[in-house]
């Protein structure tokens, strides 16, 4: 029986896990990826005679346990967004309500490193309360309106984007909602009883910062088209935009890692935006972000520093 000293909890075609697994790996670290869109595969058991876990998978067993467990690497967002529910068998939604409540069970091994834990997670992905935990801190924000209404508004444009990630299923495709530049015209006169809305206040000319942290260590990446901010959401031109380490004052540093402390993260993906006036402005914190892309156009060195904070303890 192998003793579990890092479980990793993600999904089969996660390859920001991949990275972190291969770190492992290289260090001979015991460890045990499961996979939620896989956990009918394993063969999993609990008591509460020493509220160890027992996994059994083809031939080999792990056990999981309090004493021999340093950390557990999680990466799922807690607001899971399920576009295709209603389609739907019974047995599809039990298999995911049930395994999902079975993860969250896991805060039993309290005393292991969580990156991130899914209490934290829960709390963090909120984008008002971000905002709220990022200005106490010293964070210059984005005026910001969250609203289902017609506001008064006094600038011509603004940047409006949804409360939380939206998602649909437009028949049988996927859709996704970007952050959109909107006159206030254009705002005013839309029909918003549905749903709220975040709207902010527009700024550009403006360069767009990632800061990936991960514990006490930063990574900066600039965001740029042909030298340029990019103006539009830049997901929207992903394939036109150049990914460039910067480093960033060390105030700004400081208040990343304070921010991802506050929130009671490990780890946390910040977008920020750096002004003409080379101020540097918080938009949002993603606790489960993405970060691959950022090792192959980069080179940073993230899944390392976060293996070192897996097997700290």
């Not at 949804?162 to 299923?169: E, K, P, Q, R, Y």
């Not at 360069?207 to 042909?226: E, H, L, P, Q």
Request: proline share 3%; with cysteine; hydrophobic share 40%.
């Amino acid at each position: 029986m192998t003793l579990v000293e890092v479980l990793v909890i993600s999904d089969i075609y996660d390859f920001t896990t991949d990275f972190v697994c291969l770190e492992l790996e290289k260090r001979h670290v015991n460890y045990l990826r499961l996979n939620r869109d896989e956990f009918h595969t394993y063969k999993i058991q609990l008591d509460t005679s020493n509220f160890e876990i027992t996994v059994k998978l083809g031939n080999y067993k792990y056990n999981i346990s309090n004493e021999n467990l340093k950390s557990i690497y999680y990466r799922a967002p807690i607001f899971l967004r399920e576009i295709n529910q209603t389609e739907k068998s019974i047995e599809e939604q039990i298999y995911s309500e049930q395994w999902m409540s079975f993860v969250k069970n896991l805060l039993i091994f309290k005393d292991a490193i969580w990156l991130n834990n899914p209490e934290k997670t829960y709390k963090a992905e909120n984008k008002i309360v971000q905002l709220q935990y990022a200005k106490s801190i010293g964070f210059n924000i984005p005026y910001t309106i969250v609203t289902n209404g017609s506001p008064e508004l006094e600038n011509e444009r603004y940047v409006v984007k949804s409360l939380d990630t939206a998602f649909f299923n437009i028949k049988g495709k996927e859709g996704f909602v970007y952050s959109n530049i909107l006159q206030k015209e254009e705002i005013q006169n839309a029909n918003l009883e549905w749903a709220p809305v975040v709207i902010q206040e527009y700024i550009y000319p403006k360069t767009d910062i990632r800061v990936t942290v991960v514990g006490n260590d930063v990574f900066a990446t600039s965001i740029t088209s042909k030298g340029n901010g990019v103006e539009i959401d830049w997901r929207i031109v992903k394939d036109e935009v150049d990914f460039t380490t910067v480093s960033l004052p060390a105030h700004i540093e400081e208040k990343c890692v304070q921010l991802v402390k506050d929130l009671g993260l490990k780890f946390g993906a910040i977008d920020l935006l750096k002004t003409e006036e080379n101020d540097y402005m918080f938009l949002e914190i993603n606790p489960t972000g993405e970060w691959a892309w950022l090792v192959h156009t980069t080179g940073q060195l993230i899944p390392q520093s976060i293996a070192d904070m897996l097997v700290s303890k």
